[in-house]
């Protein structure tokens, strides 16, 4: 913007300040090369020698816009597209507690139950069938409920999904499904795996009580186009070595066909990557 204050005096001395207002930051500077983005403030000031109190002032202002270059735009536009997340939106009995039925179902028949017996609800001639099945219904539901072993997390990526069906190994298919669902009566997830893998108690071993627990499971495809099912571990008194001299156990368990990587994350997190071989092993079309 370029505002000129004049007089109507003939003779005057001019001074000039060129101010740049930047629209971005909101603020004047007075950088005369860095104009990029910025309004100019010019202050022409006409002062007579002599000027009299009564004497009006006129004040022209003149506003004139610059355009912004466009080279300057921020770095946070420019972004690489990120990778398809699928979400496991199908239904199915092995996503479904048994222990939350079953405990629902029993307490609510023993609720209705006793309320129909005391005549506090209708149907009283009914309170005996409710009592006597809703008594062994929540009896089981609490024990299912405390035997019960959630499912982990499954990050699944758009490229791996297509991936899966056809060049996933069994055995990845079978450990994918396996830790997806409800478990009932196991310590943990893979427990039978990880115990022939860490020899838990034996020779060479590692404690019971420093086993890795699995923590989400991730579906993805290497570099070279090849699908891997990555298992996430937390193990807080494990070192990154305890996992990689057991990197030949983890390719012989799983395998065939896989080729097993360790690799470390953050918060004593280890992953597991058992690429499967499938891809390389196909015959080309």
Same mark, same amino acid.
């Given at each position: =913007?370029?505002?000129? %204050? ?13 101010? @740049? ?7 004047? /500077?007075? @950088?005369? @090369?860095?104009?990029?983005? /910025? /309004?100019?403030? *010019?202050?022409?000031?006409?002062? +007579? ?24 735009? *921020?770095?946070? *536009? ?22 939350? %039925? ?27 069938? =409710?009592?006597?099945?809703?008594? +062994?219904?929540?009896?089981?539901? =609490? ?7 959630? +499912? ?27 830790? %997806? ?28 009580? @420093?086993?890795?627990?699995?923590? =989400? ?23 990154? *070595? ?44």
């Amino acid at each position: =913007m370029t505002a000129i %204050i004049s007089s109507p005096a003939a003779t005057a001395t001019t001074r000039t300040a060129i101010f @740049n207002y930047d629209v971005q930051f909101g603020r004047f /500077c007075n @950088n005369r @090369n860095n104009n990029k983005g /910025c /309004c100019f403030l *010019s202050v022409h000031s006409f002062s +007579p020698p002599k000027l009299s109190p009564k004497q009006p002032h006129n004040v022209k202002l003149v506003f004139l816009t610059k355009a912004a270059d466009s080279s300057q735009a *921020s770095s946070s *536009s420019s972004t690489t597209p990120s990778k398809t997340i699928v979400t496991d939106d199908e239904f199915s009995l092995a996503k479904v507690s048994f222990g939350v %039925i079953g405990l629902g179902f029993g307490v609510s028949l023993l609720s209705y139950g006793f309320g129909a017996y005391f005549n506090i609800l209708p149907g009283s001639e009914w309170s005996a069938i =409710m009592l006597t099945y809703g008594f +062994p219904l929540a009896i089981i539901g =609490m024990a299912l409920k405390y035997a019960e072993l959630k +499912p982990v997390p499954c990050l699944t990526y758009s490229d791996a999904e297509m991936l899966r069906e056809k060049y996933a190994t069994p055995i990845l298919k079978q450990v994918r499904n396996d830790v %997806i669902r409800y478990r009932y009566g196991d310590e943990q997830h893979l427990d039978e795996a990880l115990k022939r893998i860490f020899q838990y108690g034996l020779g060479g071993g590692v404690p019971r009580r @420093n086993a890795p627990i699995l923590q =989400m499971i991730r579906e993805q495809v290497t570099e070279d186009g090849k699908y891997c099912l990555v298992l996430v571990f937390q193990a807080k008194a494990l070192q990154l *070595s305890d996992f990689e001299k057991r990197q030949g156990k983890f390719t012989s368990f799983f395998g065939p066909d896989i080729t097993a990587e360790i690799g470390k994350g953050e918060n004593n997190l280890y992953e597991v990557r058992l690429i499967s071989n499938l891809n390389a092993n196909a015959s080309p079309s």
